[in-house]
């Protein structure tokens, strides 16, 4: 159960769009469409912000868009905003139902 | 308004216990599946424990031995027995709902403020 792989930072100017990558392995990003994203801003409960792989919770932006290849799953975030600034998340099921987190992603606007 | 609010946390002395307890409202609680999930200082997430619907127990390997979690539907409240405490431990909880009955969705749909434990020497 080996923490997912994440980039440590990304940055991008207001109005761009991000890319945060999610690398795992074939037991559990590769094997199962079962794929969230959490938005985290420090000292407050994290958000989900889209499941199994490219789905959008009640209330999320749909500048926020995810993806999967392979072992690979991808947040986008587009339409950079200020308040978007936060660490991200990647979870993954990883069967036996237990689950896995990434390493996480600080986020910074430029 | 849903809402899940964590309490018990503090400072203990290595080798010692807590119970952490995460107390639900706003939803029907006996109907989801929870979980435990932690951030020590400067790390990331790290999901440590789930409960299904019917009481069934699932730890990651970091949480298998000295965790135990558990729920009370007649109180909605979920709980976390941490035994013989490590400097490890030391990090924010964070107890969160399900999108299902079963820890098998990948999705931690909601999240408590979390509670701080500090194990200390």
């Known amino acids: 159960q080996s923490a997912l792989t994440q980039p440590a930072s990304v940055s991008g100017s207001p109005g761009q769009s991000i890319t945060i990558s999610c690398t795992g392995t074939s037991s559990d990003v590769g094997a199962f469409n079962l794929v969230s994203w959490y938005q985290h801003h420090p000292g407050k409960a994290p958000k989900v912000m889209i499941y199994e792989v490219s789905k959008w919770p009640s209330g999320v932006s749909n500048r926020f868009s995810g993806s999967k290849s392979g072992n690979t799953a991808s947040l986008t975030i587009s339409g950079l905003q200020a308040e978007d600034e936060a660490d991200y998340y990647c979870c993954s099921y990883a069967g036996s139902h237990t689950y896995v987190f990434g390493t996480g992603t600080k986020v910074t606007v430029l | 308004e849903e809402q899940l609010v964590e309490s018990g946390g503090g400072l203990v002395q290595r080798g010692g216990s807590l119970r952490l307890s995460c107390a639900g409202s706003?939803?029907?609680?006996?109907?989801?599946?929870m979980s435990w999930v932690r951030q020590a200082p400067g790390k990331g997430l790290e999901w440590i424990s789930g409960?299904?619907?019917?009481?069934?127990?699932y730890y990651a390997d970091s949480g298998k031995g000295r965790f135990t979690i558990s729920r009370d539907n007649s109180k909605n409240t979920l709980y976390l027995q941490i035994n013989s405490l490590r400097a490890e431990d030391t990090a924010v909880y964070y107890c969160g709902r399900d999108r299902g009955a079963d820890v098998d969705t990948g999705m931690v749909y909601s999240w408590g403020q979390g509670t701080q434990v500090t194990v200390s020497s």
């Open positions: 409960i299904n619907v019917r009481g069934n127990t």
């Open positions: 706003g939803f029907s609680f006996s109907g989801y599946a």
